[in-house]
């Protein structure tokens, strides 16, 4: 496997920023949102861009649209048509900015300011560039319940999930549909109706209505599994190629202030599987290599191996941010540290993204952006990176045994041209040495 780290140039770039949400459809990266820290003051963003062909461009949207947040998803259920994209964005968190900004407020960020509102993105392209984006707040059915408001979750898009809705809201199978995980939600306790922070460990699958489009329908999966993952924030998620299965590692728990090691596969067919605990894999032993209690890391996936890089460690009073790329084999279940050509890699940091599109001859290629480093020194980041993770073709024991046979016929008959030269040689050499003494047998 050859694993390598690329810097992309390219134009226009949005400002830095970290806890984006981050869509794709084909070779186009849609970007929504997240926090800046603009002249020391705290700043809430609700911008929308496309990047296409090393181009960012910043995308005109309808005068309704969802208010400034981070830590939300932004989820493409319809890889469809070139000229259109349809995307959902779910929840997230504004730390109070705006009921702050209405009371003419500065207090700073405040807990609990979390969302539960769902929007549909409509883009349509013209010259490959996103020209108008248009949102719509999607409405529920009657009867039908949502999630609590929530912030750092997780949000993918499922393949083959026509028995997971009620067929009482659709009756036509549905194909995709979105699976949210976990994230830190919110309920009032019996003292000063005060508000409590909770992770929670929730399975919600959102359907579109194939019948109507501004209409969806919530349902909140019951796992079968007798192992099921714990609650968490600040996770990270992907699918597999197949878009059938879903992997979940680490994050954080907010009660107990711990950092998560684990790695969680989840399908409609399997549900829960624990993939590996954190401290040892399936067939390693406890020296096996293994990335340690890392939030806001981010996973993708290519050629049958996850790919997760950054995240933070010794989050409770500061945050240390990583530079550590690894890959986990779905085949060998195994952990696998990256050694980076030439020690080329982005640095350390938090709460970006990673994602898969499209490049222009049409393969998928692992696609970085934003984020925070945190440590000794803190930085907010709009750079652009790519990694690949190209199979190289392995040799085979009777490839090497062909390979060692011709060897030894080269040297063989290396050998043998060489002897039969200096031969020649010699043979040369006494023609020579005869030429020069036939006159003097004449003169005799």
């Given at each position: 496997m050859y694993n390598k780290w690329s810097k992309l140039t390219t134009k226009n770039a949005p400002k830095?920023?970290?806890?984006?949400?981050?869509?794709?459809?084909?070779?186009?990266?849609?970007?929504?949102?997240?926090?800046?820290?603009?002249?020391?003051?705290?700043?809430?963003?609700?911008?929308?861009?496309?990047?296409?062909?090393?181009?960012?461009?910043?995308?005109?949207?309808?005068?309704?649209?969802?208010?400034?947040?981070?830590?939300?998803?932004?989820?493409?259920?319809?890889?469809?048509?070139?000229?259109?994209?349809?995307?959902?964005?779910?929840?997230?968190?504004?730390?109070?900015?705006?009921?702050?900004?209405?009371?003419?407020?500065h207090q700073g960020y405040m807990f609990g300011h979390y969302f539960n509102d769902l929007w549909k993105l409509s883009t349509h392209l013209v010259d490959d560039t996103y020209v108008e984006g248009v949102w719509t707040q999607l409405s529920l059915p009657k009867d039908n319940i949502l999630p609590t408001p929530r912030t750092s979750h997780t949000a993918i898009a499922i393949q083959d999930c026509p028995n997971s809705m009620d067929s009482s809201f659709f009756p036509v199978p549905v194909d995709v549909c979105m699976v949210l995980f976990g994230g830190l939600t919110t309920k009032k306790t019996a003292k000063l109706a005060k508000l409590e922070l909770i992770d929670s460990n929730e399975l919600w699958i959102m359907t579109p209505s194939p019948t109507d489009p501004d209409t969806v329908v919530w349902k909140l999966h019951t796992s079968k599994s007798k192992t099921i993952i714990?609650?968490?924030?600040?996770?990270?998620?992907?699918?597999?190629?197949?878009?059938?299965?879903?992997?979940?590692?680490?994050?954080?728990?907010?009660?107990?202030?711990?950092?998560?090691?684990?790695?969680?596969?989840?399908?409609?067919?399997?549900?829960?599987?624990?993939?590996?605990?954190?401290?040892?894999?399936?067939?390693k032993s406890l020296s096996s290599p293994f990335p340690k209690g890392l939030v806001y890391s981010s996973l993708s996936i290519k050629n049958n191996f996850l790919i997760l890089f950054g995240g933070a460690h010794g989050c409770n009073s500061r945050?240390?941010?990583?530079?550590?790329?690894?890959?986990?084999?779905?085949?060998?279940?195994?952990?696998?540290?990256?050694?980076?050509?030439?020690?080329?890699?982005?640095?350390?940091?938090?709460?970006?993204?990673l994602t898969n599109i499209l490049?222009?001859?049409?393969?998928?290629?692992?696609?970085?952006?934003?984020?925070?480093?945190?440590?000794?020194?803190?930085?907010?980041?709009?750079?652009?990176?790519?990694?690949?993770?190209?199979?190289?073709?392995?040799?085979?024991?009777?490839?090497?045994?062909?390979w060692s046979f011709l060897v030894i016929v080269c040297i063989i008959v290396c050998s043998f041209v060489i002897k039969k030269s200096e031969n020649m040689k010699s043979i040369q050499a006494m023609i020579q040495k005869s030429k020069?003494?036939?006159?003097?047998m004449e003169m005799v």
């Open positions: 830095v920023r970290y806890s984006h949400a981050i869509g794709t459809t084909g070779k186009y990266l849609v970007l929504h949102g997240g926090y800046n820290l603009e002249n020391g003051f705290p700043l809430w963003l609700d911008d929308l861009w496309v990047l296409s062909k090393l181009e960012w461009s910043q995308v005109k949207v309808s005068t309704e649209r969802p208010i400034a947040r981070y830590s939300h998803t932004l989820i493409n259920l319809h890889d469809i048509p070139s000229t259109q994209g349809t995307f959902y964005l779910f929840g997230g968190d504004d730390g109070g900015y705006r009921e702050q900004q209405l009371q003419h407020l714990s609650s968490r924030h600040g996770h990270s998620a992907t699918t597999d190629e197949t878009g059938k299965t879903m992997y979940i590692y680490g994050g954080q728990t907010h009660a107990a202030k711990s950092l998560l090691s684990d790695l969680w596969s989840w399908s409609v067919m399997h549900s829960w599987t624990k993939l590996h605990d954190g401290t040892i894999g399936k067939s945050c240390f941010t990583e530079s550590k790329t690894w890959l986990w084999s779905i085949e060998t279940q195994v952990w696998q540290l990256v050694s980076d050509v030439d020690d080329i890699h982005p640095p350390h940091r938090y709460r970006h993204s490049d222009q001859q049409g393969e998928s290629v692992a696609v970085l952006f934003g984020g925070e480093s945190y440590g000794v020194t803190k930085k907010y980041h709009n750079d652009v990176w790519m990694f690949t993770n190209t199979e190289q073709k392995t040799t085979s024991h009777d490839d090497y045994f062909i020069r003494k036939k006159p003097e």
